[in-house]
T-cell receptor
């Protein structure tokens, strides 16, 4: 079946540094990828939609300069959290559209802790 | 725009009992509906989805859901739960157009005890 690989699975960084999270579709081409953020015991909140070769579309309230999204190929999208602060600590999950009819395949998530 | 309401934030049940997790949706267009399960610190696993056709959808791990257009509901059911079913369950909706994201409900925590 369709597989989306997300790395790293967890990362701890110092406040003020940047962190890059990768999301790869392993066995299908994903023209569209989505990035979600999940706080403890809460639902997934859509952050942005990225289409291969074009700028990402950010949801209202999401800082595009803080959360940089690049979708340079049909199999790879990256989310960079720039100048991270403790309030950016969260669980980030990517999703790729494809791999089957109306399929949305999710990565395993990245636990970001900013200290 | 679509939205999803999961009516129960927590559902405690005993092992081997039946369970129903409720989900209502709102949409002005045709919808595609999904149920996902999430175990702690993991991504989401698809349980089942409704795109069209039969309103009773069977998924993995013995789960099923029924699409009810008149009541705008898509409740998830399992006739006999196991301890291993303890997890967070999310109902999600999509408008069906390519390139549109899934919109999730707030989730229901299913706790199965012996």
């Amino acid at each position: 079946g369709a597989v989306v690989s997300q790395h790293p699975s967890w990362v701890i960084c110092k406040s003020g540094t940047s962190v890059k999270i990768e999301c790869r579709s392993l066995d299908f081409q994903a023209t569209t990828m989505f990035w979600y953020r999940q706080f403890p015991k809460q639902s997934l909140m859509l952050m942005a939609t990225s289409n291969e070769g074009s700028k990402a579309t950010y949801e209202q309230g999401v800082e595009k300069d803080k959360f940089l999204i690049n979708h340079a190929s049909l199999t790879l999208s990256t989310l960079t959290v720039t100048s991270a602060h403790p309030e950016d600590s969260s669980f980030y999950i990517c999703s790729a559209e494809g791999g089957g009819r109306y399929g949305y395949t999710f990565g395993s998530g990245t636990r970001l802790t900013v200290v | 725009a679509q939205s999803v309401t999961q009516l129960d934030s927590q559902v405690p049940v005993f092992e081997e009992a039946p369970v129903e997790l409720r989900c209502n949706y709102s949409s002005s267009v045709s919808v595609y509906l999904f149920w996902y399960v999430q175990y702690p610190n993991q991504g989401l696993q698809l349980l089942l989805k409704y795109l069209s056709g039969s309103t009773l959808v069977k998924g993995i791990n013995g789960f099923e859901a029924e699409f009810n257009k008149s009541q705008t509901s898509f409740h998830l059911r399992k006739p006999s739960v196991h301890i291993s079913d303890t997890a967070e369950y999310f109902c999600a909706v999509s408008g069906g157009q390519a390139g549109t994201a899934l919109i999730f409900g707030k989730g229901t925590t299913l706790s199965v005890s012996s």
